[in-house]
C-alpha cells in the first residue's frame, strides 16, 4: 500500500525563471519522429480503446517485418526508450528532415542511449540483433533505422495525418485564446489536469521523480496526438537544446476515417450518436434562416456540441467550455458541390477550407453559429 501511495506522488517538476516564462511556445504542429515513438509504444496496449482501438485493428495487420522487429526491440511498451530517436524538433518539420537528424547522430549518443536502454528494467524485449552495429554507428545499421522509422510512418502515421494534423490544429487554437486571454501564465495554466502551473514550477504526474530546471532556456511545449495519460521528455536533453515537453492533446471520438469514399458524407460526419432529428445538417440553412451552418432541430441537453460525436470537427476544451474547429473532411465538404451544397460556398467563403481558422461555438439556444478571430 505504502508502495502505491509513493507511485502516486512521482512527479515531473520542470522549474521556470522570468525569462524561461518569456521563453515558451508551443510547436507550430505535430512531430512525426514523437508520433512514430509514441504510437507504436501504444499500438500493443489495451488503453484507451475509444480513441485508439479500431486505428490499432487497422495497423497491427500491416505490421511484423523486419524493420517493425527492430522497433520493436527499441522501443518497449513502457520505460525508457532511446533519446536519439526523437532529437529537437524544428517546429513542423517534415519526416525526412527528422530521420535524417537521427541518422546523423553521434556515436557516442548512439552508445549512451542503447546502453540505457539495455539496462532499462521494462525492457522486455531482448535488444535488436543489430544492436552493437547500431551502437557503433555502422551506416548499414543506420540504414535499416531510417527504413524502419519511414516504413512504420507510411503505414501506421501518414495515411491518418490529416486528421493528426487537424486535432493538434485544434488544440493550438485553444492555447492561442489561452494566451490572448491571460499572457503566458493563461497559457501554462491552460494545461490543467494534465499540466499544473503554480510558479515557478510546472508539475505533472509521471513514471519516475525529475526535475529540470530550464536556467533561461525556455521550453517547446510539443503537442502530440499519440502521447496518452502522461506528458514526456527526454532523458538526456542536449545542453545548447531548448528543453522539449509532449503532451497529449483531447481527441475527437471517431476520428479514424472509414477511407476515401464519401458516398455518406455528411451522416458519416455528425456520427450514428443520437436521434436523428438532430442529425441533419445544412450548410445553406433552411429558408428563412442565414447562410451558417445549423442543426436543427434542438438536441437534448449536451455538454459537448453533438458535431463532436463524429469527425465533423475536432474539439479542444478549455476553462470557457468546448470549442470545435472544422475538420479536413468537414471543410473539403462544404467546398464542394452537390445537392443541397452550393458549389461556391468555399469561394464565398475560402477561410471554411482550412481547419483551425473557423470555430463553431455551441451556445445554449441549440443553435450551432459561426465565431471568427
Not at 155 to 171: E, K, T
Not at 320 to 333: K, M
Request: aromatic share 6%; with cysteine.
Amino acid at each position: 500500500m505504502a508502495d502505491q501511495h509513493r507511485s502516486e506522488l512521482l512527479m515531473l517538476r520542470v522549474h521556470f525563471t522570468p525569462d524561461d516564462v518569456a521563453r515558451v511556445r508551443v510547436a507550430a504542429g505535430p512531430d512525426p519522429l514523437w508520433e512514430i515513438v509514441n504510437s507504436f509504444q501504444g499500438l500493443f496496449q489495451g488503453g484507451d480503446a475509444v480513441s485508439f482501438g479500431l486505428w490499432r485493428q487497422l495497423v497491427r495487420p500491416c505490421l511484423g517485418g523486419p524493420g517493425d522487429r527492430l522497433l520493436a526491440g527499441l522501443l518497449p511498451g513502457r520505460g525508457y526508450f532511446p533519446d536519439f530517436l526523437t532529437p529537437a524538433p524544428s517546429g513542423g518539420r517534415e519526416l525526412a528532415a527528422g530521420l535524417d537528424t537521427v541518422l546523423g547522430t553521434s556515436t557516442a549518443v548512439l552508445r549512451r542511449d542503447l546502453a540505457l536502454l539495455a539496462a532499462s528494467p521494462h525492457r522486455r524485449r531482448p535488444l535488436p540483433d543489430r544492436a552493437r552495429s547500431l551502437a557503433d554507428g555502422e551506416s548499414e545499421a543506420l540504414r535499416r533505422l531510417g527504413s524502419a522509422l519511414h516504413g512504420y510512418h507510411g503505414r501506421a502515421i501518414a495515411p491518418f495525418w490529416p486528421q493528426i494534423c487537424a486535432q493538434v490544429d485544434a488544440d493550438r487554437a485553444a492555447r492561442a485564446r489561452a494566451v490572448l486571454a491571460g499572457g503566458a501564465d493563461g497559457l501554462l495554466a491552460s494545461f490543467a489536469p494534465v499540466l499544473r502551473w503554480r510558479w515557478p514550477v510546472l508539475e505533472a504526474d509521471y513514471p519516475v521523480d525529475r526535475e529540470v530546471r530550464l536556467h533561461g532556456r525556455g521550453v517547446v511545449l510539443q503537442p502530440s496526438f499519440f502521447c496518452t495519460r502522461t506528458p514526456i521528455t527526454l532523458a538526456f536533453p542536449a545542453a545548447d537544446w531548448t528543453p522539449v515537453l509532449v503532451y497529449p492533446v483531447e481527441h475527437t471520438p471517431h476520428w479514424v476515417s472509414s477511407g476515401s469514399r464519401q458516398g455518406t458524407e455528411l451522416g458519416a460526419l455528425l456520427g450514428e450518436p443520437g436521434p436523428r432529428s438532430w442529425r441533419t445538417w445544412s450548410p445553406a440553412g433552411p429558408p428563412g434562416s442565414s447562410r451558417r451552418g445549423s442543426v436543427s432541430p434542438a438536441p437534448p441537453p449536451v455538454s459537448t456540441p453533438p458535431c463532436c460525436a463524429g469527425p465533423a470537427c475536432c474539439s479542444a476544451s478549455g476553462a470557457a467550455g468546448t470549442s470545435c474547429t472544422p475538420s479536413p473532411r468537414s471543410a473539403s465538404l462544404c467546398s464542394k458541390p452537390g445537392p443541397g451544397r452550393p458549389s461556391d460556398v468555399g469561394r464565398r467563403n475560402p477561410r471554411l477550407r482550412r481547419a483551425g481558422q473557423v470555430s463553431f461555438t455551441w451556445r445554449i439556444t441549440g443553435r450551432m453559429s459561426e465565431s471568427r478571430p
